[in-house]
């Protein structure tokens, strides 16, 4: 983490830098204008260039454009949309603003028309030539919905996928079912930068908050990708791509504001620093209340839990929220690019991010992060055919209570990641190879040095504080990975092309994988086409499915049970102390049992002051363990779509998926008593260490079968041989089959109003099911769900009204049991520009405020509507 933050800094301090340098702009001219269609309609998402001075940039919502740092003469400006080019000569003044309106001689084409995507090949080509079904958001829709600074947001209402909330900032992200809390079936990366937690491999959505309107264009490939993209893209991949600080220059300051107390900040400022160098800085600062509330001894909805009471409840937590509706994330980041021409491509960029109060959704209960710091860092050198980068992602989770117990849980992670990749093109563009390697280091550390020891057999890590100072870990954790990875696509003809690819990937944490895909696409028309797919994929366990070993329940002291002087307890005379200590009985036998890790022979470093401490602990912990003999899920989809533009009016995508799921990775289950039998078997029934005579074997046996009632058949012992409670863990499960369909419509109703309407439809079976196994083993997803939009886009005023339904289903994920509800929920977004600098904005979701959750478990979710204020320059 140091070496990441150090690095980040470095970058972020180079690129500060760009402040002192504004004045390059100020001393040059600027010129700015709009672009327009034949018939009037303004042209969204054109570039603008002026090649001679390597400047370019995007028109907005309504042809708006601008461009600054000009010298003083006469410059040659291309207006490019749809594929077609217009070269205009503008002149501009010393230091003057000069005005440049431009109409193209052709109507603006259908947005769709013109898209490109990189994600299912790692390469660019039409979305109708891709392999693969894929949502795509264009950066002019981002800029409209940027003022919530919440980047799954942009996809709730997209074809196929899910978007859980349980909170302001707790989202999962996830397509074709088979939901969690804390999803990591979905990979998420940021220029090639993975940005997930590593102990989890899920996305902290708050640390990557930062200005959406940084976002060139969002993509998501539904489907297995592990043939690109390796493990923990088993579902798909969200691949988000920055604007670079030459094609999108000038600045940005928006001020949003609202309901739960909103109040957000965003700054974005792009500019040249001299020669072919670029930069751009982004800030952040987001303060608000939120959904959450307090568990401790309330429920928001459904029944508290009890002893007696326990689904379909909501877990009782033994601390109450701290920070208490008081959310605050700020982001800062830095970015500089060297060009070599128009060929290559240097970038140099880190950044940072604090948050403090969101709550989240786990499998051990609600966890409230109170302090947690993110740095993160990337090198890229890119050229036409290859491709080097690096990067960094570190955390360090200071404070992260869990509510249910009140114990810190701190995580101290760091990634480390380089790939390099190449591509080329023979037989006159119709054969194209990409290939690649990639190599990843993983350290994770859970060590809290304000924390008691974790009891250990005397002797053993005696010194190694940070060993018995785990939170969630039983020991820090380091691992490698190495991958390599190829795709070819062989264009047969005009209308057929062919994609085979494969990656195989090695790893200290799973045996080596191959994961093969193969694809054929063929254009029925140059606007459509359709493709059948094979993938198959993997998915490895998350270091917490592996390694976990968080405490659910207040320990159990068995060195001090309760037993009046003159009784007995399990055939013991009680001594005249009033207590018991399981230990001597097992000191009288010279054996060391565990139960007492505070015994004065053996008192350890930091739990009472010395050898002859005395002061009592609770040792014998109750633990949610990971299971270190997890098999990788596999998983393998057929899947057939359609992608076409009929009549340049509607983009119709139908996409049907079959997929069968070996060695499914259950959420946490309980240990005992379900039809699986023993959960997790490493840690198996407890038994007495060697050397104890049979007296004192069955006396010891009889207390604790006594003192822990039905808990008794979990009690186990750890790794090193100390006793404690395993009540649950996770396991494999055989064979789980899914299908499903995906219905897209975009209609293109007029070059101002376009109506988007989508339906999914999700299907699963366990093949090989055992009787009570249908209420634990669930998908955690809708079987029926749709939503549409209507947008209307002006010149100066945009607007969307968005509609989503879904149907109920019941939810199960460790201690959070029971029915999600039918939902729908109404969001309202506007813009209106006031003039080329100054827009004003309303975002509205859940307009209706129909008070619902999406998770149970998860938060009641109400109306938050936000108003914005963005200048520009």
């Known amino acids: 983490m140091r070496a990441i933050r150090w690095m980040a800094g470095c970058l972020f301090s180079a690129a500060l830098g760009v402040a002192s340098l504004a004045a390059q702009e100020s001393a040059g001219g600027s010129l700015s204008g709009r672009l327009t269609g034949a018939l009037g309609a303004p042209a969204v998402g054109a570039t603008v260039a002026i090649p001679a001075l390597d400047l370019a940039t995007e028109t907005d919502a309504g042809g708006a454009w601008r461009l600054a740092g000009l010298p003083a003469g006469s410059h040659e400006v291309v207006f490019t949309a749809g594929g077609h080019s217009e070269r205009v000569r503008a002149e501009v003044g010393p230091g003057a603003e000069a005005r440049l309106d431009h109409v193209l001689a052709t109507p603006t084409v259908p947005f769709a028309e013109t898209i490109t995507v990189v994600s299912a090949s790692r390469q660019a080509e039409r979305v109708v030539d891709a392999p693969a079904a894929i949502n795509v958001i264009p950066a002019i829709e981002i800029e409209r919905r940027a003022a919530t600074g919440q980047i799954p947001k942009l996809l709730e209402f997209e074809t196929g996928v899910e978007v859980t909330q349980s909170g302001i900032y707790d989202y999962n992200f996830n397509t074709r079912g088979f939901n969690s809390s804390l999803n990591r079936r979905v990979a998420t990366v940021i220029d090639g930068r993975d940005p997930s937690v590593p102990f989890l491999g899920a996305q902290e959505w708050a640390a990557v ?227 690649g390697l990639a190599y990843e280091d993983r350290r994770i550390d859970s060590a809290d040095q304000n924390a008691r020891t974790r009891p250990r057999l005397f002797g053993k890590d005696r010194d190694n504080l940070k060993r018995l100072r785990q939170t969630l870990l039983f020991e820090p954790i380091d691992s490698t990975s190495t991958a390599a990875f190829g795709q070819m696509d062989w264009h047969v003809s005009d209308r057929v092309a062919l994609v085979v690819a494969a990656r195989y990937d090695d790893s200290t944490l799973h045996e080596p994988k191959l994961s093969p895909k193969a694809a054929l696409v063929f254009s029925l028309t140059p606007e459509s086409s359709i493709r059948l797919t094979y993938n198959q994929a993997f998915q490895t366990a998350n270091y917490s499915e592996y390694f976990l070993q968080a405490e659910v329940g207040p320990a159990v002291n068995l060195g001090k049970i309760p037993c009046p002087a003159g009784a007995t307890l399990g055939g013991i005379p009680c001594p005249s102390v009033g207590y018991l200590n399981l230990e001597e009985i097992c000191v009288l036998d010279g054996v060391l049992c565990g139960f007492d890790a505070d015994f004065q022979i053996g008192a350890l470093p930091g739990s009472g002051g010395g050898p002859t401490s005395s002061i009592e602990t609770a040792d014998t912990q109750i633990l949610a363990l990971g299971n270190a003999d997890l098999e990788v899920e596999e998983v393998e989809t057929w899947e057939v779509g359609y992608t076409g533009l009929l009549g340049g009016k509607l983009l119709l995508t139908l996409d049907y998926y079959n997929s069968k799921n070996d060695n499914f990775i259950t959420d946490l289950l309980p240990q005992l008593g379900t039809p699986l039998g023993r959960i997790n078997p490493n840690f198996g029934p407890y038994t007495l260490p060697a050397g104890l005579t049979p007296e004192h074997q069955q006396q010891i046996l009889a207390v604790l079968q006594l003192v822990l009632g039905r808990f008794y058949p979990l009690l186990t012992t750890n790794l090193d041989g100390t006793p404690m409670i395993g009540v649950a863990s996770y396991t494999n499960f055989g064979e789980v089959d899914t299908q499903g369909a995906d219905l897209g419509m975009t209609f293109y109703l007029s070059p101002e109003w376009t109506l988007a309407l989508n339906y999914s439809w999700f299907d699963f079976e366990i093949q090989d099911s055992l009787p009570g196994l249908d209420r634990l083993l669930l998908p955690n997803s809708p079987e029926n769900k749709y939503a549409g939009a209507l947008t209307y886009a002006g010149a100066r005023f945009d607007a969307t009204l968005a509609y989503r339904w879904v149907e109920g289903f019941r939810w199960a994920v460790g201690p959070f049991q029971g029915d999600v509800l039918d939902y729908d929920t109404v969001d309202v977004v506007a813009n209106f520009r006031i003039n080329d600098f100054v827009e004003l904005g309303l975002n509205v979701a859940n307009a209706l405020d129909e008070e619902h959750w999406e998770s149970f478990g998860g938060d009641l979710l109400g109306r938050r509507a936000l108003g914005s204020i963005t200048f520009r320059w």
């Open 209 to 435: 908050s930062f200005p959406m309107d940084d976002l060139a264009q969002v993509e998501f490939v539904r489907g297995p990708s592990a043939a690109l993209y390796g493990p923990n893209s088993s579902s798909g991949v969200l691949n988000l791509i920055t604007k670079r600080p030459r094609d999108s220059q000038g600045g940005l300051v928006r001020l949003a504001g609202g309901e739960l107390s909103t109040l957000n900040a965003d700054l974005r400022w792009a500019l040249p620093i001299g020669g072919d160098w670029f930069a751009k800085a982004l800030a952040s600062y987001r303060s608000s209340g939120d959904f959450a509330v307090s568990r401790n001894g309330a429920a928001e909805y459904a029944v508290p839990c009890t002893a007696t009471i326990t689904s379909d409840c909501l877990p009782q937590e033994r601390v109450p929220l701290d920070p208490l509706d008081d959310d605050e994330v700020t982001i800062a980041s830095a970015r500089v690019d060297r060009h070599y021409g128009d060929t290559s491509l240097l970038t140099l960029e880190g950044g940072w991010a604090e948050v403090s109060g969101p709550v989240f959704q786990t499998g051990i209960g609600r966890v409230q992060l109170v302090d947690v710091e993110r740095s993160w860092a990337r090198a890229n050198f890119s050229t036409p055919h290859w491709n080097l980068m690096v990067t960094g992602n570190g955390r360090q989770g200071d404070e992260q209570t869990a509510l249910a117990t009140g114990i810190n849980l701190v995580l101290d992670e760091e990634a480390w990641r380089g790939e390099l990749q190449a591509n080329y093109a023979f037989l006159d563009d119709t054969l194209r190879l990409v290939g």
